[in-house]
């Protein structure tokens, strides 16, 4: 039977132990990050998955935790969860720097220290290094379509609620720009040839990261450099509404698109009323809408049947 280690903590024994949420740090030459990682009871020797959570500004991996109820599912589909936590010392609010060129490449900055975090866990933890998942909101899910972008070695699917594609800002005044505003983001500013299986959540009354931004992560993953086989295949649009319709849920239209193999590669969910806040989240949480579907339910069972034939198309 395997024996991993942490950094922070005595070896770890695939054997039956109970769940756990842990407090660790990592460093390297980009700078260093704490974490909180969530792991479920392991009752049998398995590699499991991982997903890398990016909070939004004005929050903390705890609280990010407990909004999105990340860790109740984890437990009951068994995968391990980190919450990388932004540091007040680089960003007065919380807030990833998204914005800054140095943030938008492989090897340097807030990147590295997030894909430096997802390597460690991956070393440490019995961890199936092909399905290693990165998902974020708000700046986080900027974040997030960054290390889609930069890292698809390392990650096997993207989620990104209430954000913005990558290279949709420059700097803090374009970052506002294209929260408010969007952005007429081109093919020419996403140089990578490798863009990961995405699903995006977005508010159709968001004020504070305008919805469009969701459309054009969308458009991003289905450029022809990315997915040479998307163009020619038709989205599939299915518009659902609560049932009956006086509970006070949210509608929404979800949006798949598929390529010319059948095979799903971008999933979008327009909730339809809410605003910037985790679709689905515990009330009790920050910048969450309990009334929409679950974003996290989703994204975990996007995570685990991505590129798998769909029926939509």
Not at 29 to 46: I, Q, W
Not at 195 to 218: C, E, K, Q, Y
Request: proline share 7%; aromatic share 8%.
């Amino acid at each position: 039977m395997p024996t991993v280690k942490a950094d922070n903590e005595q070896p770890f024994v695939a054997t039956r132990t109970p769940a756990r949420f842990i407090r660790g740090r990592f460093g390297n030459a980009a700078d260093g990050r704490s974490y909180k990682l969530f792991v479920p009871e392991v009752v049998r020797d398995e590699l499991l998955p991982l997903v890398v959570m990016l909070h939004g500004c004005h929050q903390k991996p705890d609280d990010f935790a407990s909004a999105t109820r990340m860790n109740e599912l984890a437990e009951r589909e068994r995968c391990l969860v980190v919450y990388p936590s932004q540091s007040r010392s680089a960003n007065r609010a919380g807030c990833w720097n998204w914005y800054a060129p140095s943030n938008q490449r492989r090897g340097q900055g807030e990147p590295a220290i997030i894909a430096g975090i997802t390597r460690s866990i991956i070393a440490s933890y019995p961890v199936d290094p092909k399905r290693v998942y990165v998902a974020g909101l708000s700046a986080g899910g900027a974040m997030a379509a960054i290390m889609g972008m930069t890292y698809p070695d390392l990650y096997a699917a993207v989620g990104i609620h209430s954000g913005l594609p990558y290279g949709a800002a420059h700097d803090l005044l374009s970052a506002y720009d294209a929260m408010l505003y969007g952005t007429d983001l081109k093919t020419s500013e996403s140089p990578h040839e490798t863009m990961l299986p995405t699903i995006v959540f977005h508010g159709d009354r968001d004020t504070t990261v305008h919805p469009s931004n969701a459309d054009r992560i969308l458009a991003q993953a289905a450029q022809p450099v990315h997915h040479p086989e998307a163009q020619a295949q038709e989205g599939y649009v299915e518009v659902v509404l609560p049932e009956p319709p006086d509970f006070g849920r949210h509608a929404y239209t979800r949006t798949i698109r598929c390529n010319q193999r059948r095979k799903a590669y971008a999933e979008q969910w327009l909730v339809h009323g809410a605003g910037h806040a985790w679709s689905g989240g515990h009330a009790g949480g920050s910048f969450v809408d309990p009334k929409g579907p679950d974003a996290s339910q989703e994204m975990l069972r996007f995570f685990a049947t991505a590129r798998q034939y769909c029926k939509c198309c």
